[in-house]
């Protein structure tokens, strides 16, 4: 049986831990933008589109779940350059996505119930990180299907979510 929540996991995070969790958010998405990309902030990336989206998920957030498949694409076809060239970049077309995901995750991130996002962290997001950092293990995303298997669409859906 599932012990109950407490008044604390009812509530929102707290304001300190939600600013440290923006700031990181931020400033990793920072690094992206400059060129600055490596393994780690790949994972710190993936971790805010996973997270932002099983928040969602959760019965928390509107965003079409769209901007989470093709984020998670996009992330895909980074890690495939990162093999073949080292070079840990996004595609500037990809910027205004990402800038939608962040947005999605501050929203959540401030009004979500705290059990919400602690009940999608550890265990979820650890199975999600492996099996993308070991496909061999037959691992496989769960939102998108393989690089460029996604078409990109000439509307600008990414406005909506400004």
């Known amino acids: 049986m599932r012990k109950p929540l407490t008044k604390a996991m009812l509530l929102p995070m707290p304001e300190n831990a939600a600013r440290e969790i923006f700031l990181v958010n931020h400033l990793t998405f920072a ?27 959760a019965g928390f957030g509107d965003a079409d779940l769209i901007i989470y498949a093709r984020a998670e694409a996009a992330m895909e076809c980074v890690l495939q350059r990162a093999e073949r060239s080292r070079a840990w970049t996004l595609d500037a077309h990809d910027i205004p996505l990402f800038e939608a995901v962040l947005r999605q995750s501050d929203r959540r991130l401030a009004n979500a ?17 492996r099996a993308i950092l ?29």
């Open 31 to 57: 690094a992206w933008q400059r060129g600055a990309g490596s393994a780690y902030l790949f994972n710190e990336l993936i971790r805010v589109i996973y997270l932002a989206y099983y928040v969602q998920d």
């Open 113 to 129: 119930p705290r059990h919400v996002h602690l009940g999608a962290r550890p265990a979820r997001l650890f199975r999600v990180q």
């Open 134 to 162: 070991s496909p061999a293990r037959g691992g496989h995303r769960p939102l998108s299907r393989p690089c460029g298997c996604l078409p990109r669409q000439e509307t600008n859906f990414y406005r909506t979510y400004q």
